[in-house]
């Protein structure tokens, strides 16, 4: 029961932060955007570090110096991955006019949820790794720790989910259900891909130091390539600097108090 819980965590965050289409005006001002983007990004670089490589490097502390290969060869697939899904599925980010990926005619609303999807992914799977990892008694991975990245994730997930349904509502004109139905829906898959992992932790084990570096790879290519620059655009780029740094100190604070 406690890991049907800590998997679904995460998603219990997008659909609170999805809510917030009820509660606040139509849009979310800018500055306040900037910031929910930096604090995600923080968030999403301190659990790929603390909650993901450092582990992985420590259950590789038997190859001697060369300890750092799992962790570099499993972030080096993970980006690759994300890469390879950001050239195949068709999405459209916030504040863009142009879709990614192949041209389908899909909606514009489509392929915004499609494009917060694909950010789902990696967390989904990150956390799905970390409670594989404590279910298969790793010492370095402890149901804490894991609840730790878990909570970690559903913390950042919340302003994700209002950044999603609140435009859909303010400039796609959805009503306010259906948008809060699309926000929710963004962040099902991260039950889903945690669920598929932990299902197949049994075959994963042996290779558990490189699935949790391939879930940082695949983290940090959406903090790089989409996430600050989204945060940096126009003015007042440093408020989205401040946001990832409270958003990195939360996480890390969280992992070493909890884990």
């Known amino acids: 029961m406690s890991i049907f819980w800590g998997v ?3 998603f219990v965050g997008t ?3 999805a809510a917030c289409v009820f509660l606040l005006k139509n849009e979310i001002r800018p500055l306040i955007q900037k910031v929910l983007l930096g604090f995600a990004s923080g968030v999403m670089v301190a659990a790929s570090v603390w909650s993901l490589l450092i582990p992985a490097m420590e ?9 750092f290969v799992p962790a570099a060869v499993g972030l080096m697939v993970g980006i690759a991955f994300l890469l390879l899904l950001d050239v195949a599925v068709p ?16 909606s514009r609303s489509v392929m915004l949820v499609l494009a917060v999807t694909l950010h789902n992914i990696p967390e989904g799977m990150a956390v799905g790794v970390v409670f594989a990892g404590m279910m298969a008694d ?8 894991a609840f730790a990245l878990s909570i970690g994730i559903a913390i950042q997930n919340f302003p994700e989910g209002a950044i999603i349904s609140m435009p859909l509502r303010s400039e796609d004109n959805m009503s306010k259900e259906k ?3 699309y926000g929710a829906a963004s ?18 084990t042996p290779i558990l130091p490189y699935l949790l570096a391939f879930a940082a790879g695949a983290m940090l290519y959406v903090v790089v390539e989409e996430l600050i620059p989204e945060a940096s ?4 780029s440093n408020i989205g600097t401040i946001g990832f740094a409270a958003g990195f100190v939360l996480m890390m604070v969280l992992d070493v108090a909890l884990g």
């Open 138 to 145: 790793s010492a370095e991975i402890t149901l804490a720790g």
């Open 179 to 181: 948008a809060f139905l």
């Open 59 to 67: 259950m590789s502390e038997s190859m001697g110096r060369f300890a």
């Open 15 to 17: 659909v609170l932060g």
């Open 233 to 236: 655009e126009g003015e007042h």
């Open 187 to 204: 962040g099902f898959v991260e039950p889903v891909a945690a669920g598929i992992t932990i299902l197949l932790s049994e075959v994963m």
């Open 91 to 106: 999405h459209l980010h916030m504040d863009h006019k142009e879709p990614e990926g192949p041209k389908r005619g899909w």
């Open 8 to 10: 679904m965590i995460p």
